[in-house]
């Protein structure tokens, strides 16, 4: 599939899948083997959380479609229990690079359109090469705490998926940790009537978010540029701005309307008065920051100041926050 398109392109590739066989019906009902996952319904499809990112799983008539795969090491679990939700996969997105939403990349791109903005794959590709490194002589202690409080059989199923995966990884060629279908600004996957459309607004979050709108049943998901209840995490190494994010929602907001079901990165599932707190919280951690500026206040003092609205969330990045917006407005 061509790489870099510069214009929207609709790749039919949920079409082509369906020569295959068509997928049966969706099993919900037969959920018997035990999951790591809580797969919670949302609308005709399931939000999985736990384990990295929220994950949004769509049915259409020739297949699920994944909206992102979760942690590197929990990939082969979140495809085993996707395709037991859902049945057979046609297609899967991830909204940006970071490993909590694109790791699991290698447990689906061997046989299936994985679907990026064009510049997560030289990040994925990077980050491949640090996971096959991280591996080497078995598994991290991090894959264990993952396991720390899942029940016993669930744990068992997961600790085998985790294993497999830690033996293979380091043979992996590094492109298999990449999405293999990319767009650089907009581009439709359909399926019959159904469409998923995939929008990348410029510098966000990262500088290859991604948002996935499904128009037909007004469900969205925002990748990480929402972070509902929590400081959202501002990736400036690569490339993220607070003005380019809130561009990015200004797009976001006018997909919505007061019905659309919103699946943010992290946090509960929301709708567009979520994605508009996102805004409003740039809008005020920049207003705050500039205000200490204006005020002669030095980097410390600002970072020292914090908020008033900030008494709302957790701590973490609380004070990188306010840092990076010090920098970005040139104090
Ligand atoms: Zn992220």
């Not at 090491?73 to 899967?92: I, K």
């Not at 293999?180 to 500088?207: C, M, P, W, Y």
């Not at 929402?226 to 006018?254: C, K, M, Y």
Request: aromatic share 6%; net charge negative; charged share 25%.
């Amino acid at each position: 599939m061509s790489k870099g398109i510069d214009r929207r392109q609709a790749t039919r590739l949920l079409v082509a899948a369906a020569a295959g066989t068509v997928a049966g019906t969706p099993t919900w009902a037969l959920g018997q083997a035990p999951r790591y996952f809580e797969w919670r319904p949302c609308g005709a499809g399931h939000v999985a959380i736990g384990g990295g990112g929220n994950a949004l799983l769509w049915p259409t008539p020739f297949g699920a479609v994944l909206i992102d795969t979760k942690i590197d090491a929990l990939g082969s679990t979140m495809r085993r229990e996707a395709e037991a939700v859902a049945g057979r996969l046609a297609a899967v997105i991830v909204t940006h690079h970071h490993s909590d939403h694109a790791g699991g990349i290698p447990a689906f791109s061997a046989d299936l359109p994985v679907h990026s903005q064009s510049r997560g794959v030289g990040r994925r590709v990077v980050a491949g090469r640090e996971l096959k490194e991280r591996f080497v002589g078995g598994v991290p202690d991090l894959m264990e705490r993952l396991l720390a409080d899942a029940p016993q059989r669930v744990a068992a199923l997961v600790r085998a998926d985790i294993q497999a995966y830690a033996r293979a990884v380091g043979r992996r060629d590094v492109q298999s940790f990449a999405a293999n279908v990319t767009f650089k600004f907009e581009d439709e996957l359909e399926a019959g009537d159904d469409v998923i459309q995939l929008r990348h607004s410029g510098r966000g979050h990262t500088d290859n978010d991604a948002w996935v709108r499904i128009p037909e049943a007004n469900v969205l998901h925002t990748g990480d540029l929402v972070f509902n209840g929590t400081h959202p995490f501002i990736d400036v190494d690569t490339g993220a701005t607070t003005s380019g994010w809130q561009r990015s929602l200004s797009e976001i907001i006018e997909a919505c309307d007061a019905d659309t079901i919103v699946v943010p990165g992290h946090g509960e599932v929301t709708d567009v008065e979520g994605v508009r707190a996102q805004w409003e919280y740039f809008e005020r951690l920049r207003e705050a920051v500039q205000a200490g500026i204006d005020a002669g206040r030095n980097r410390k003092e600002v970072i020292a100041a914090v908020p008033p609205f900030f008494a709302q969330l957790p701590e973490r990045h609380a004070a990188e926050n306010l840092d990076i917006v010090f920098d970005e407005l040139g104090g």
